[in-house]
């Protein structure tokens, strides 16, 4: 099983919430800034991701995605 993080930047309000709740350091703040001057999450390590799903629980925007693929190895 393997997994995606897809992020909505348009919709992104730069709380960082996500990236001070994921316990593994899977993301990081995107240098660029989206069109509303905020800047979005982006995935640093993603082999390091639990697939705990708290990133996307916790977005108040619903910026965040995560999806496990199944029938692929990790990595
Ligand atoms: S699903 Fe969990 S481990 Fe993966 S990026 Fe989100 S908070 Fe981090
Ligand atoms: S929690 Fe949502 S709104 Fe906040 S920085 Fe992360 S993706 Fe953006």
Redesign the pocket.
Known sequence: MSVEIH??NE?????????EVCQADV?D?DEKPNTSG????CVKTLEDCTICGL?EM???????RVSCIEGENKQ
């Open positions: 992020i909505i919709r992104c309000k730069g709380c960082k919430i996500c990236v993301l703040i905020y800047n979005p999450p990133c916790l977005c108040p925007d619903f910026a965040i």
